[in-house]
């Protein structure tokens, strides 16, 4: 008798699929404001505005963005105006808000609306600014005085 020695063997595959991710970048801007005031008389014409508001300090700032990024993108969010396809709703909750006007938003010549993206390259120094404007619009004119407040959100992926 011969002791019988069977051994069996199966080959498997494995794949394995990974996403590492760079280092983000440090946001070095919290909130922006923007304090944007126009007499309601100078609003009473259909497609009046007051000046665009691009002041140096408007501006998100990053820093530290290593680990290969080489770009940033902000995505931005808010609620748009019913009669102003460029502008966000005023979405005032004081006891008199303004009425008939919006606020628009661009970063340099490009006009922002809900869900557009602004594309950044990192800079040599592992910096980022991307730079906003601000200002009050009237689609229809006939605006009524009182407070304006618009949220607009900008969400930032790396590249």
């Known amino acids: ?3 019988l020695a069977a051994y069996a063997s199966d080959d498997y595959t494995f794949n394995i699929k990974a996403n590492l991710t760079t280092s983000s970048c440090t946001v070095n801007t919290e909130n922006l404001t923007f304090n944007l005031y126009i007499n309601a008389v100078d ?17 998100i700032k990053l820093s530290n963005c290593f680990g290969g ?9 808010g609620v748009m105006d019913d009669d102003d396809t460029d502008g966000f709703k005023n979405q005032s909750g004081a006891s008199t808000p303004a009425t008939g006007v919006s606020v628009q938003l661009k970063s340099g010549e490009q006009m922002l609306h809900n ?16 730079p906003l404007a ?26």
């Open 1 to 3: 008798m011969c002791p």
């Open 43 to 59: 609003l009473q014409t259909a497609g009046s505005s007051s000046s665009w508001q691009e002041l140096p300090g408007q501006v």
């Open 69 to 77: 990024t080489n770009s940033v993108d902000a995505t931005v969010s």
């Open 115 to 130: 869900n557009d993206v602004i594309t950044a390259d990192i800079k040599p120094d592992h910096t980022v600014d991307i």
């Open 134 to 159: 601000a200002r009050l619009y009237t689609a229809k004119g006939n605006v009524i005085s009182g407070d304006v407040y618009s949220v607009i959100n900008l969400t930032l992926s790396y590249k």
